[in-house]
């Protein structure tokens, strides 16, 4: 019977560890093969494998973690039978007695236990890491899970989206956003990137059908941009999830239009031309963006350049198409008030809008973006930038009269003084006047639509009363134009904003039950007062383990606060992002770039910051003049957020 054990025992210890690494070895050349080719296919394979784990219900951890935990199982168990042999193996010798038949078999236990020791270890090492190579850091260790791809080109794709950590340091923020559902068929898909893209490279330039802009500069030079075509190659690529990227819209299916001025626009529509989806069921969709998307300087430079292949992610279109078209539902400066003249012109709308046609600039020469302007009494144009603001709902107007600095130094720029100025938003042109949807995607830049091709529902003066002279019927511009106007004052409003609260609190833990915080926790900060939504940009969230960087994004919302019977218009700041990797630290970083309405600094630790959560200055040893506030204390040097953090 011992005889018999034995046998079995080496038998069975050294055909597990071969199957091991027999496993390992299948893995690795799988893998090899697939980063052979390209990764959209490995993506779209494990992508595929982890709907099927979803849909076993195994839980939201992702398939290489499952599989790691499976495989550090299995090495436990055969641990489990090497200490058990050894002990067999003490046993036989510490009660032979003398028996040398008995000392030779338990020297034999030992010996080759220690062999299939060997073996089982170089197998996990080898297994760990094919695994680490396949699903990133973790490996069988049971380290981080991370989430999307880190800043040095390494990928997971096991998060089910490329480039996951582009989103918020190259990609702004994109719409539909990730995971969205109930998204209408109809849906134009936009991105604004933190540079301003090269035209050339999102458009087929050789296309008959490609669209030009021709303007004059101020010397009379004649200056030509693309605006628009059908899309270049697979820069940009769309289809159902279940079907795969084979299954992708053609580049004559979607139209593409780049901001309103071409070479230098932050933002891209992608427009596609068939309804997606389908009117039976909802359908999930994924979408790919290319490293060849090109940066317009440096010139040639991809936009993803420093991260690993582009960027995808996946939303669900629901059966419906979008009919309805979007309204004003806020303005800042409130209509007939008077303002000081610093006064930033902000417009909400009910829902994101195309932005390419509602952001741009007016110069009066190469630039005349038009769409929403502010004009003088006697009719001129007011020069300026229209910026997209927090989300795709936003959007901001700043002059190009420089009036002068805030606390920080920066420049503030200022609306003719002592004047009566009227805003004014153009509907957009309806390729067949009353019907909603309908507006050609060539004339895109003229008038305001939303991001279905609904032309703006504008509503007239102040808009009071919607669609007020056609019984609300679409008739597009001059009769859904909206407009309002106010009175500016010769002064100048300087008054620092600062934080009244933030989400999660100062040095959050996730193993702390009082102040809790979890993978999916809301970050937000609260502002005493209205704030310039396009300075928001400059906010990010960081990671103490480049690695386990998440994308995030950020939306603003106003709102009103009562605080001792006192109202007070204000905003919170959302940042949105991705699940955080578990036992990892972040932190939220807001510069001084982030402004109120009259372009105000936030000062977070200066000698003008006495209350709410900035730090209140103190004069450190070596004044340099330059002051940070990092978790609550008052610095002279740059805060360094990796030494602290929010931990899940």
């Excluded at 893998?31 to 709907?51: F, H, R």
């Excluded at 996990?124 to 260790?141: K, N, P, V």
């Excluded at 006495?610 to 040097?637: F, H």
Aim: glycine share 10%.
């Amino acid at each position: 019977m011992r005889f018999v054990l034995f046998s079995t025992y080496k038998k069975n210890l050294l055909l597990t560890a071969a199957l091991m690494c027999a496993v390992g070895f299948l893995f690795f050349h799988g893998a090899s093969s697939v980063y052979a080719q390209t990764t959209a296919p490995a993506t779209d394979a494990l992508q595929n494998l982890n709907s099927v784990n979803s849909t076993a219900g195994l839980g939201s951890s992702s398939l290489g973690v499952i599989i790691g935990r499976i495989i550090n199982i299995l090495f436990g168990l055969l641990g489990a039978v090497v200490i058990s042999f050894v002990i067999y193996g003490g046993y036989l010798w510490m009660t032979a007695a003398g028996d040398e038949k008995q000392v030779t078999q338990a020297k034999d236990v030992l010996k080759n236990t220690v062999i299939g020791l060997v073996i089982i270890a170089s197998s996990y090492a080898i297994t760990s890491y094919i695994m680490s190579r396949l699903f990133g850091a973790g490996g069988l260790t049971g380290g981080t899970e991370l989430v999307g791809s880190n800043g040095s080109g390494g990928v997971d794709l096991l998060s089910g989206y490329d480039g996951g950590s582009a989103l918020g340091r190259v990609i702004e923020s994109h719409d539909p956003a990730r995971d969205a559902v109930g998204v209408p068929r109809n849906k134009m898909i936009q991105v604004v990137y933190k540079f301003p893209i090269d035209p050339t490279s999102v458009i087929d330039a050789t296309s008959p059908d490609a669209v030009y802009k021709t303007t004059t500069d101020a010397n009379g030079k004649e200056i030509k941009r693309l605006v628009s075509g059908p899309v270049n190659g697979s820069t940009f690529l769309i289809y159902a999830t279940a079907e795969g990227r084979n299954t992708a819209l053609k580049p004559t299916d979607v139209w593409v239009t780049i901001g309103s001025e071409g070479a230098d626009s932050t933002v891209v529509v992608y427009d596609p031309i068939p309804f997606l989806g389908s009117a039976t069921a909802q359908t999930p969709y994924t979408v790919e963006l290319s490293p060849d998307i090109k940066r317009v300087t440096p010139a040639g430079q991809s936009i993803f350049s420093g991260f690993s292949g582009g960027y995808s992610w996946k939303f669900t279109v629901s059966t419906e198409l979008d009919l309805t078209p979007p309204r004003i539902i806020s303005v800042i400066p409130t209509a007939g008030g008077t303002y000081a003249r610093n006064i930033t012109v902000q417009v909400t709308f009910s829902e994101p809008v195309n932005l390419a046609s509602a952001v741009g600039e007016y110069d009066g020469h190469s630039k005349q973006f038009k769409n929403i302007r502010v004009a003088n009494p006697d009719g001129s144009f007011v020069s300026g930038v229209w910026r997209a603001g927090g989300g795709f709902n936003i959007i901001d107007f700043t002059t190009a009269a420089e009036c002068g600095t805030n606390a920080c130094g920066q420049k503030i720029f200022c609306l003719p003084a002592s004047e009566k100025l009227e805003v004014r938003a153009l509907s957009g042109v309806l390729a067949q006047p009353g019907v909603n949807a309908q507006v050609n995607p060539k004339l895109s830049l003229q008038g305001i639509t939303d991001t279905a091709g609904n032309a703006l529902d504008g509503g007239g003066e102040n808009a009071k009363t919607p669609w007020s002279t056609t019984g609300g019927k679409p008739s597009g511009s001059p009769v859904d134009d909206f407009y309002f106007s106010f009175n500016t004052t010769d002064a100048t409003k300087i008054t620092d904003p600062k934080i009244t609260s933030v989400e999660p609190l100062f040095g959050a833990n996730g193993k702390d039950a009082t102040n809790p915080f979890t993978a999916d926790s809301a970050v937000s900060a609260t502002f005493d007062s209205l704030m310039k939504a396009s300075s928001f940009s400059g906010v990010g969230l960081v990671a103490q383990n480049p690695r386990a960087q998440a994308g995030f994004w950020k939306e603003s919302v106003d709102q009103t606060t009562t605080v001792a019977g006192v109202t007070n218009s204000v905003t919170k700041l959302n940042i949105k992002h991705v699940s955080f990797a578990k036992s990892q630290s972040y932190a939220p970083a807001l510069p001084s770039s982030v402004q109120d309405v009259y372009q105000n600094c936030f000062l977070a630790s200066g000698q003008n910051s006495q209350i709410g959560l900035q730090c209140t200055y103190t004069d450190p040893t070596t004044d340099t003049g330059t002051y940070t506030c990092c978790n609550g204390v008052s610095s002279n040097e740059n805060c360094n957020l990796l030494e602290y953090g929010k931990t899940p």
